[in-house]
T-cell receptor, first 119, second 111 residues
Framework: GAVVSQHPSRVICKSGTSVKIECRSL??????MFWYRQFPKQSLMLMAT?????????EQGVEKDKFLINHASLTLSTLTVTSAHPEDSSFYIC???????????????FGEGSRLTVL | GEDVEQSLFLSVREGDSSVINCTYT??????LYWYKQEPGAGLQLLTY?????DMKQDQRLTVLLNKKDKHLSLRIADTQTGDSAIYFC???????????FGAGTRLAVHP
């Protein structure tokens, strides 16, 4: 089945540094990818919609200069947390959709998630 | 705005059936989903139901949808310890666009 992979799965960084998280669709092309953030014991909150070849669409309250999203190819989207602070520590999950995967189901495929810890 | 609500915790005995409930507010929801999340992992799609269906069965899983009451349930028959996880209900009304997730129900299966 369709697979979405994230890297790194865990990252620890110092406050003030930037961290890049990659999301790859391994066996299908994803024109649209989504980035979610999950706080402990809470649900997933959509941060932004990443569109291949164009600017990402951010949800209300998400700082686009803080969370840089690049979707340069049909199989890769990246999320860069800039000038990270401890409050940015969270579990970040991406998902990808393609009309060729999960045909007619409206199905999204999720990555394994990336746990960011900012010291 | 759209809202999805679930109870936060469910405990069942191994071999019994589990029923996880979910309510949503968006009457234009097109698809409704159940996802499973194991500790430290991403989400795994378990099943989904299109809004014009009342029921869907897939092996041990049965999804019931009451569109009038905006109520969705997931029944897991013969619950096993491997079913212990957090189960998220989600809905989408914008085609393949954003999903609105519930807070998740933590299912604990005990012997």
């Amino acid at each position: 089945g369709a697979v979405v992979s994230q890297h790194p799965s865990r990252v620890i960084c110092k406050s003030g540094t930037s961290v890049k998280i990659e999301c790859r669709s391994l066996d299908f092309q994803a024109t649209t990818m989504f980035w979610y953030r999950q706080f402990p014991k809470q649900s997933l909150m959509l941060m932004a919609t990443s569109n291949e070849g164009s600017k990402a669409t951010y949800e209300q309250g998400v700082e686009k200069d803080k969370f840089l999203i690049n979707h340069a190819s049909l199989t890769l989207s990246t999320l860069t947390v800039t000038s990270a602070h401890p409050e940015d520590s969270s579990f970040y999950i991406c998902s990808a959709h393609s009309g060729d995967a999960g045909v007619n189901t409206g199905e999204l495929f999720f990555g394994e998630g990336s746990r960011l810890t900012v010291l | 705005g759209e809202d999805v609500e679930q109870s936060l915790f469910l405990s069942v005995r191994e071999g019994d059936s589990s029923v996880i409930n979910c309510t949503y507010t968006d009457s234009s929801s097109t698809y409704l989903y159940w996802y499973k999340q194991e500790p430290g992992a991403g989400l795994q799609l378990l099943t989904y139901i299109f809004s014009n269906m009342d029921m869907k069965q897939d092996q041990r899983l049965t999804v019931l949808l009451n569109k009038k009451d905006k109520h969705l349930s997931l029944r897991i028959a013969d619950t096993q310890t491997g079913d212990s996880a957090i189960y998220f209900c989600a809905e989408s009304s914008g085609g393949y666009n954003k999903l609105i997730f519930g807070a998740g129900t933590r299912l604990a299966v005990h012997p």
